[in-house]
């Protein structure tokens, strides 16, 4: 059979079952199981068992169920508000306030969590409905959480890119990290520069009896100092990284340590809270791991096939042009996954691409990093995105048309950054280099 018929097949397969709604590892396992089957017969599967060693064992996948563990403590002892809380007496008197706060804790949870869908929800719980009763305009407020909440994955920690750091050849986990500060920062940028033309074109957009709390300079300086312990963890993760002086994996174990003298701190601390983060983070860990021993074994599939050679050799026979071939590499992602999960199609399109970078020459943790943002616009792209899944659920009595209306900006925003960052690539790769 032809590789390009086997490769037609295996994706028509494999979406066949991502639409009908089967889970992601359900559905690479079954395709899974079903090539190794097919193209070896029973004695294949001493292959598919190698594949889920290989990653159990793998040293640099530990970071990923750490990083987990991290976040599941800081939001289920509740420190968060603590932060919260902070944030909101250093923003102090400006105009449309409340919008400006969105962004700001969004960066700060970005640097703790990597979670979109845990940012949206819990925006959507607490920040949502005391900007509605106070008249700020919904529709806004929806878009500035859900932009806010789209900087998790981007601004380090992040588990997409450890996910990806980890089934990439070229890209180290700890340049793919660092790699996350800056374009993370420009897209905050983004977001505040867009609230703050809107609410200076549309002054309605803010109540005109804007809650405007008189906050002294002691209070600010305290509401400082009660924020140390989250920076403390941002060092002991990042800091310690950009230092040289701890692997991610072993900066993950210092911020989980870091989680739980921060809830010890604020007296949040206990065995029941430990538990529940604990029994979260396992769960969550268990699934992606089995997606990653899977999507490992389906690139293996796909190189017995001739799939890989084969895509090779047509990608370099067609002779595009680079700018060409990246926008199409980059539009694929960007329609697929307003329809699939987006982790399913960055475990699908690694294998994929990743030969496709070696012949065109493409700047490795450029690349990568573009793709994870990419991969964060499908999370906010009607009509399956799961931020806005997440930002519906949150907030009871809102249409779910509403937030498919509040999204399209964002990701008019979210497409312009990635426009500067194809152009400005010293945005994502300065930094990286200077450790």
Known sequence: MEWWLTLTIALS?????????????????????VGVFAM??????????????????????????????????????GTVDVLFQSVDKLIGRVKGRLYILVVAL????????????????MLGRSVLPRMVSHGYDEKLAVSTILGGASLAPIIPPSL????????????????????????GLLFAGLLLAFVSWRVFRTPGLVPVQEE????????KIW???KMGP??????????LIMLGVATPSEAAATGVLGALMTAAFYRRLSFRMIWRATLSAVGISAMILVIIASSKLFSQLLSFTGA?????????????????????????????????????????????????LGVYGYEPTWFWMIFLINLTVGSLTPPFGYTLFAMKGASDGMSMQTVFRSAWPVVGIFLAGMTILAFAPDIVTWLPSQF
């Open 212 to 219: 405007e709390a008189r906050v002294t300079w002691a209070e």
């Open 230 to 239: 989250f920076g403390i963890i941002i060092f002991m993760v990042m800091g």
């Open 13 to 33: 397969f494999l979406f066949l079952l991502l639409f009908i709604g089967v889970p992601v590892f359900v559905s690479f396992l079954v395709i899974n199981v």
């Open 308 to 356: 890989t050679g084969g895509l090779i050799e047509a990608v370099t026979a067609a002779d595009l042009p680079h700018w060409l071939m990246f926008l199409a590499l980059m539009a694929v992602p960007f329609f697929l996954c307003m329809f699939i999960d987006q982790f399913a199609f960055m475990l699908l399109a690694i294998p994929l691409y990743e030969p496709i």
């Open 106 to 121: 969004s960066t700060v949870f970005g640097a703790l969590s990597g979670s979109a869908v845990a940012v949206a929800a």
């Open 40 to 77: 070896f017969g029973p004695r294949g599967f001493g292959l598919f068992a190698n594949s889920i060693f290989e990653t159990a064992t793998s040293p640099s996948l530990i970071t990923i169920p750490l990083f987990v563990l991290m976040g599941e403590l800081l939001f289920h002892s």
């Open 223 to 225: 509401a400082l100092l």
């Open 160 to 183: 997409l890119v450890v996910i990806v750091g980890s089934l990439v050849k070229d890209v180290s986990i700890s340049g793919l990290l660092v790699a996350g500060i800056l374009p």
